[in-house]
């Protein structure tokens, strides 16, 4: 089965500093790997997707993320934090690109001016 | 083009009560999933629908259940319900195209059990 542990339930971050939101995950195959945004009262928004092609992901809004197989870690990062970041942050894995996707239990990004 | 749309947005129902919840999937999207998403918790997977047929089903009792039809929008059912199925309920749709893996999802459905 496949899981995914992100480290830290809340992370806050002064505007301007670097963004670091960790993630790791199990997996019997190759995973797929996803991290998602949610703004409050809003559905899931997919930042980035990685699916073998490259180790170093670039997504949405400046963030992106890196696949170190040797550590099963899929961290997502931004070099500089802004207002508008302040949201919660899901990292996710799936079997297969179509296989149902199992998510963590969250990340909540505070952002501090 | 408009994205994966929900409905109802909010619902309260009573314990025991019935409900009916809808999406429809992005135009094109053959596949729609529903997830179950508590307070506080990320998003649980309930099902999969492709080409109306099921394609997978998470850990819940068979009070769940849910159908895609012919133009590919899926309804979740859930009978008897209990307090603890109070939750955004979210749906996803993909279009299975090869690498364009991932999921969108929909703003979701509110539902409050009293």
């Known amino acids: 089965a496949q899981s995914v542990t992100q480290l830290g339930s809340h992370v806050s971050v002064s505007e301007g500093a670097l963004v670091l939101l960790r993630c790791n995950y199990s997996s019997s195959v190759p995973p797929y790997l996803f991290w998602y945004v949610q703004y409050p009262n809003q559905g899931l928004q997919l930042l980035l997707k990685?699916?073998?092609?490259?180790?170093l992901v670039k997504g949405i809004n400046g963030f992106e993320a890196e696949f170190k197989k040797s550590e099963t870690s899929f961290h997502l990062t931004k070099p500089s934090a802004h207002m508008s970041d302040a949201a919660e942050y899901f990292c996710?894995?799936?079997?297969?690109?179509?296989?149902?996707?199992?998510f963590g239990t969250g990340t909540k990004l505070q952002v501090i001016p | 083009d408009a994205g994966v749309t929900q409905s109802p947005t909010h619902l309260i129902k009573t314990r025991g009560q019935h409900v009916t919840l809808r999406c429809s999937p992005i135009?094109?999207?053959?596949?729609v999933s529903w997830y179950q998403q508590v307070l506080g918790q990320g998003p649980q997977f309930i099902f999969q629908?492709?080409?109306?047929?099921?394609?997978g089903r998470g850990n819940f009792p068979d009070r769940f259940s849910a159908r895609q039809f012919p133009n590919y929008s899926s309804e979740l059912n859930v009978n008897a319900l209990l307090l603890g199925d109070s939750a955004l309920y979210l749906c996803?749709?993909?279009?299975?195209?090869?690498?364009?893996?991932?999921?969108?999802f929909g703003s979701g459905t509110r539902l409050t059990v009293v």
């Open positions: 996710a894995v799936s079997k297969g690109g179509y296989q149902k996707v199992t």
């Open positions: 629908y492709y080409e109306k047929e099921e394609r």
């Open positions: 990685y699916t073998s092609a490259a180790t």
């Open positions: 996803a749709s993909s279009d299975y195209q090869p690498g364009n893996y991932g999921y969108t």
């Open positions: 135009s094109g999207h053959k596949s």
